[in-house]
């Protein structure tokens, strides 16, 4: 372990030996470069016409503003509590406490890679930054530079503003400017959130949820996740249906399944409650209609299940 840590501090030692090298023989501050002991940054007009084009929506964005405070002091009241919280419970209960803040670094956190890391510093890099600028430019607040950093190993961006100006604007200002960018990847994360679970989310339906041990649909090959479409020519849509269709069955009856697996004909067996009651032996659900998720209540719920 101490070889692996010695190794990686010696990469990076070289690493910064020859960026001072390279900027000391090619004058790397002609390209918008300066360098200093563990500090890369780099500073570019491109992007400014971009920004100020989207900041021309000032009443969108001064109501963004004030949205992005007020949350964001909203927000740092609900994490002040559950720290505090979690602290009376780490107290009393140090076996029952919430893991604390931990580096989100490939290698530290299971499954995550390197691409994977990348992108996602990327994406709250841009939103952050970008939502700074259109607020500055928004509020007619000069802005002299965006850019990238690089602080030893850690990256980052930033829209570089006129600091002699900021300091004397208003302080509303100054709050929409700043809140605006932690909002954003609020906003930004939330959006993301939505769009995986609408894709992992099953289509409306009936599905398998359990499978009785020994019955037909054991001997059959039916898993829990298959979508059941019909049974014997009649349609599935929703457990009620296929209970209304299991109540006419008798057992011995051949039915014909089509499943997600494919199509199978399986001979019911005696319902284990229902005498003459044919019993195929699963317990099936219905997936939550796609429309849930557009209300962002029922998104949070779930995130939190």
């Not at 002699?164 to 809140?179: E, F, W």
């Not at 599935?236 to 051949?254: A, C, H, Q, V, Y």
Request: proline share 5%.
């Amino acid at each position: 372990m101490y070889e692996d840590i010695l190794f990686i501090v010696a990469m990076f030692i070289l690493f910064w030996d020859a960026l001072g090298l390279i900027n000391r023989w090619f004058n790397l501050k002609k390209h918008g470069f300066s360098i200093s002991p563990g500090v890369m940054m780099w500073r570019t007009k491109r992007g400014l016409n971009f920004i100020r084009r989207v900041g021309k929506a000032k009443d969108f964005w001064r109501f963004y503003g004030d949205f992005a405070v007020v949350a964001g002091i909203a927000l740092m009241v609900f994490v002040f509590i559950n720290l505090v919280l979690n602290l009376m419970v780490l107290l009393t209960q140090p076996t029952a406490a919430v893991a604390g803040v931990q580096l989100v670094l490939p290698g530290l956190v299971p499954g995550l890679t390197p691409v994977a890391w990348i992108i996602a510093i990327a994406t709250v890099l841009l939103v952050h930054e970008f939502a700074h600028g259109f607020l500055l430019s928004s509020q007619g607040l000069r802005i002299k530079s965006v850019g990238g950093m690089l602080v030893v190993a850690i990256p980052g961006a930033f829209v570089e503003p006129d600091e002699k100006q900021l300091s004397k604007a208003p302080i509303l200002k100054r709050l929409r400017m700043y809140a605006a960018g932690a909002f954003s990847n609020v906003l930004f994360a939330l959006l993301c959130l939505l769009i995986i679970v609408l894709l992992i989310v099953p289509k409306p339906g009936a599905y398998v949820y359990a499978v009785a041990k020994n019955y037909p649909a054991d001997n059959s090959g039916i898993a829990p996740g298959m979508r059941i479409y019909s049974i014997g020519g009649v349609e599935i849509n929703t457990p009620e249906d296929f209970e209304r269709f299991m109540s006419l069955t008798k057992p011995g009856e051949n039915v014909r399944l089509v499943t997600s697996a494919g199509e199978m004909v399986v001979t019911l067996a005696q319902h284990p409650g229902v005498e003459g009651r044919g019993y195929l032996g699963v317990a099936l659900i219905s997936a939550f209609s796609r429309w849930n998720f557009v209300n962002p209540l029922f998104v949070l719920w779930t995130a939190m299940s």
